[in-house]
Each structure stands twice: as structure tokens, then as C-alpha cells.
């Protein structure tokens, strides 16, 4: 079993910075990959962004490229979404997620993630 708490969400302008922060605690594996997804309401829940615990690889939807970065704490369980340039679009509830192992084409399946978090809102206003 894992948990995970985010945090970090909030009322921001476009153009400005967040940093969204995921706290895994429970039995989390070297071999682990953390995701973030972000949904808006009567949308599905849409990949972000990736990395592995181990080795640090990452992915990301093509949508944030270059504006999030994704890293990780390994000392403190943290998993964390730098997100700059923010835009209006970027306005959803995020959630960060855990899945077993890397498998680069499948890495943004929804269904291949076996725990969530209760997510945090991210709003911009434009």
C-alpha cells in the first residue's frame, strides 16, 4: 500500500510559478514511477507528467513541455511539479499517482496507475 498527499495548489495569474508537492509514504520501490495527471470537470483525467524513482527518467505530456519539471526527493518520499509560465488551460485539479514499473509506451495510462491522491486545485486566472 501507498499514500500520497499533495499540496502546494492555489490562485495564481498566468504567467506565474506553483510548485506542487507529492508525499509518498507506505511501501514505495526503488523501481517505482510517480505521475501527475490533472482533470477539470466533465473532462478525464490527463496525464502530465512522469519519473522514475530510480534513475530519475522522466516524461511529460507535450502540452507542459518546457514549462513543468518533474523531480524527486528520494529522501523524503517527495515527488515534485515545478510548473512556470502558467496558463488559464493549466487551471484543473492535480493528482499524483504510483505505478509498479516503466514502461515508456504505456507511461501515460491512466490504468496503469494503482494508487492516487486526493489532489489539489490549481487555479489561474487569466
Known amino acids: 500500500q501507498v499514500q500520497l498527499v499533495e499540496s502546494g495548489g492555489g490562485l495564481v495569474q498566468a504567467g506565474d510559478s506553483l510548485r506542487l508537492s507529492c508525499a509518498a509514504s507506505?511501501?514505495?520501490?526503488?523501481?517505482?514511477?510517480m505521475g501527475w495527471f490533472r482533470q477539470v470537470p466533465g473532462k478525464g483525467r490527463e496525464f502530465v507528467a512522469a519519473?522514475?524513482?530510480?534513475?530519475?527518467?522522466?516524461s511529460y505530456a507535450d502540452s507542459v513541455k518546457g514549462r513543468f519539471t518533474i523531480s524527486r526527493d528520494n529522501a523524503k518520499n517527495t515527488v515534485y511539479l515545478q510548473m512556470n509560465s502558467l496558463k488559464f488551460e493549466d487551471t484543473a485539479v492535480y493528482y499524483c499517482?504510483?505505478?509498479?514499473?516503466?514502461?515508456?509506451?504505456?507511461?501515460?495510462?491512466?490504468?496503469?496507475?494503482?494508487?492516487w491522491g486526493q489532489g489539489t486545485q490549481v487555479t489561474v486566472s487569466s
Open positions: 519519473i522514475r524513482w530510480r534513475g530519475g527518467s522522466t
Open positions: 507506505g511501501s514505495v520501490f526503488s523501481s517505482y514511477v
Open positions: 499517482a504510483v505505478r509498479r514499473s516503466w514502461v515508456t509506451a504505456t507511461i501515460h495510462w491512466l490504468s496503469e496507475y494503482e494508487y
